[in-house]
């Protein structure tokens, strides 16, 4: 092993934002992730619409010299920020660039000066505000008797991400219920009979969700040995989830070595095509 793959290579990137930097942050960490060993110390700068502000961020710039990404719109801070920068020698990259000037190109399209714009509130908006609201409400098998009003409706055994995955698809504006399957006892009757909800079965291989399980265990302070973390147990409920998935013919998404993200963008990608076909079939 190198010395250059045993340490990791530390850089300050100070991420400023005229909105919420969600953005941009998301961003940021998609593009560092690409690089092995190299761990950014982030500086978050939110809400920057005035110069004093624009002089502040550029005065911890200084104190913490590093890279510089920006999604500022308003041409007079703009300005002022990459001046900035270009006076203390700091590289500043304003990260949508090169995305708006491609698609301004293909649009013919005028760009937008106002702030936010992603943030208004739509019927977007208040749609993914509904949708975390459902979620909530029918969490961990809670409002079974709703679960038809559902786009997706996750199930599996305990601690397979069903409850953050449904917080994800919630900000997407998926309606996402979960019910988990608990040893000997059957799922809700009417799960099997649902009309328009998506069903999707999750599992995971029971080395590592008996993992999951001790390190959950070990947060509530608990270490009693019980079935909940016994390998042939959890081996048994993992058989028999899958069991009930292929009776019922749900389309199943292995966890194992998914990302909460990744387990999200499946399921979408799950939707996606059940909302086609019967369009195809028409």
Partial sequence: MTSASRFATYFHVHLVSDSTGETLNAMARAVCARFENVLPIEHYYALVRSPRQVERA??????????????????SLRTALEEGCRRLEMPCIAALDPLVSSLSRYLGAVLTRKVG?????DTDYF?????????????DGQGGQELDQADVVLVGVSRTS?????????????RAANVP????????????NLSSALVVGLTISPDRLIQIRRNRLLSLKES?????????????????ARRLY????????????RSVE??????????????????TAT
Wanted: hydrophobic residues 40%.
């Fill in 262 to 279: 990744e387990t999200a963008a499946a399921v979408l990608n799950l939707l996606q095509s059940s909302r086609a076909a019967p369009e």
């Fill in 246 to 257: 292929e009776r019922q013919g749900w389309p199943v998404i292995d966890v194992t070595r």
């Fill in 58 to 75: 550029l005065a911890e710039i200084e104190d913490a010299p590093g890279v510089v990404m920006h999604t500022i719109v308003d041409d």
């Fill in 162 to 174: 069903k409850t953050p995955t449904c917080i994800y698809l919630a900000h997407r504006g998926v």
């Fill in 117 to 121: 714009v992603q943030h208004v509130l």
């Fill in 181 to 192: 399957l608990v040893p000997g006892r059957g799922p809700p009757e009417n799960l099997r």
């Fill in 127 to 139: 749609n993914r505000m509904d949708a975390l609201n459902f979620a909530i409400g029918h969490d």
């Fill in 224 to 240: 009693r040995d019980t079935s909940y973390t016994d390998i042939e147990a959890v081996r048994e409920e993992v058989v028999q």
